[in-house]
């Protein structure tokens, strides 16, 4: 049973993309072509603004999709987030100018200009503010001070808020690319079984980003010293060498121990170590 999968356009396409491709499903088109052709696994691709993809894959008019957070949210889209990928995580804030004061002006009727209408509404009536909202379709930092008293707008570096002479006051949410289901394809058990191989291949990839395969050998009197450093996904590998001259480990281990780590298994006798980066664990 073919699978329909929808796709974002624009900057998480490209995470999204190699993410897939590491999975071993490649995606054959230009560009411009909406409807690319998958090879590696049982699919039907379409790509779309990744502010529709909520609300269709809530629909039915896709099974499986990638989407923001924060458009989950603004959609209100009744959909299952299968992972939180963590790609292209951005913050929604509110913005006001930068020598306004944010105490005072919470005291006067503000003209908010935001794209995330519900998520602004949500966000302002919570505070019980007096407001109008504005909505904008782009470039809403340019809006204050003349057409708009403050902003609610995604940032992942805060570089075009301090370019455009703006200050972050609040943080509305945290949001990054989801991986998500239609509640219905998930009923479906050829289609549940197709999502739960996609997402175990996507696992497999994630953890194995995470990580890098050290192998190193070492003296038999050296083994139990060796294997106690290493911080293996279970437990090390270890084999003997040639002519009983010791042993070989190899273990899985965490990218971000492994500048603190290698010293010390060298401090410890290890030698020959080899770091090999790993496409997929589980």
Known sequence: MTLKLVLPKGRINTKVNQLLSDCGIELIGDERNYRPQAFGFDLEVKLLKSQNIPSLVEMGQHDIGFAGYDWIQERRSEVVVLKDLGFNPVKIVTCIPEDWDWEEMKSRKLIVASEYKNVATDYLNKLGLNYQLLRSYGATEVFPPEDADMIIDNTSTGTTIRANRLKIVD?????????????KALEDPNKRRQIDDLLTLMQAVLNGRERVLLEMNCATEQINAIVDLLPAMRYPTVSPLYQDKGFA???????KEIKNLIPKLIAAGATDILETPIRKAL
């Not at 943080?171 to 509640?183: D, G, K, L, P």
């Not at 480990?249 to 990218?255: F, G, Q, Y």
């Open 249 to 255: 480990v190899k273990a899985a281990i965490p990218k």
């Open 171 to 183: 943080t509305v949410m945290e949001s990054s690319t989801q991986f998500i289901a239609n509640a």
